[in-house]
């Protein structure tokens, strides 16, 4: 998320050109865009980081499941 964060700031400052932002090439956002797209295609599920995210979504729903129905008994 935070890389698709600067690649908007980047196209924001580059598009209305800010301060030195304006001498960025636009090459250089593709670049981080392509990046991004190889990232969150590829690399991510290839090294299982979007499966661990889910897990631990997961576990806090269970947690907050069990300690909720603990509450509700006492």
Same mark, same amino acid.
């Given at each position: 998320? %935070? /890389?698709?964060?600067?690649? /908007?700031?980047?196209?924001?400052? $580059? ?5 030195? @932002? ?12 392509? @990046?991004?797209?190889?990232? @969150?295609? @590829?690399?991510? %599920?290839?090294?299982?980081?979007? =499966?661990? +995210? ?5 576990? =806090? ?5 069990? =300690?909720?129905?603990?509450?509700? $008994? +006492?």
């Amino acid at each position: 998320m %935070p /890389l698709i964060l600067l690649i /908007l700031a980047l196209c924001g400052l $580059r598009y209305f050109e800010v301060w030195r @932002f304006a001498a960025v090439s636009w090459w250089w956002i593709v670049g981080l865009m392509v @990046f991004a797209f190889v990232w @969150f295609e @590829f690399l991510e %599920p290839m090294l299982g980081l979007d =499966k661990r +995210k889910a897990h631990n979504v997961d576990e =806090k729903r269970r947690q907050q499941r069990v =300690k909720d129905n603990f509450d509700k $008994r +006492k």
